[in-house]
């Protein structure tokens, strides 16, 4: 049995928040990619209908890497990265799991994405992903 969420998230200082909706459980990627590895960043995919931001005018800072895809956002202020838009998932976000206050009973789902590889595994990540 599935049942639905509203989350409650956003970055260490409140200058950047929001409303993510999913199910339970929460079916979350733990990646191992450079900058994954380093931030300890918990992938929950969501469409852009599934993420209501609030954050102020130039309260986001952008950073590009490798193929420039991805568009990291990170809080002007505080530096965290509580969600971004990622190269997996073009049209829609990645919510930091880390960044959401998650009721005590949630049930969550953690799955392993090996994304050094990430050329050779995006299809077990986004089966229809064309690279």
Request: hydrophobic share 35%.
């Amino acid at each position: 049995m599935t049942d639905q969420l509203s989350l409650k998230g956003g970055c260490h200082c409140g200058q950047v928040s929001f409303i993510v909706r999913t199910r339970t459980p929460i079916v979350v990627f733990k990646c191992n990619c450079s900058i994954c590895s380093m931030t300890g960043f918990q992938h929950l995919f969501v469409s852009p209908g599934d993420l209501d931001l609030e954050v102020p005018e130039g309260a986001l800072e952008e950073y590009r890497f490798n193929t420039g895809r991805a568009r990291h956002l990170f809080c002007r202020i505080c530096g965290i990265k509580a969600f971004y838009v990622p190269r997996s998932h073009p049209d829609g976000f990645s919510v930091n799991l880390r960044c959401v206050e998650l009721p005590q009973n949630a049930l969550v789902d953690f799955h392993r994405f090996d994304g050094r590889n990430w050329e050779t595994n995006i299809q077990r990540l986004v089966p229809d992903k064309k690279i």
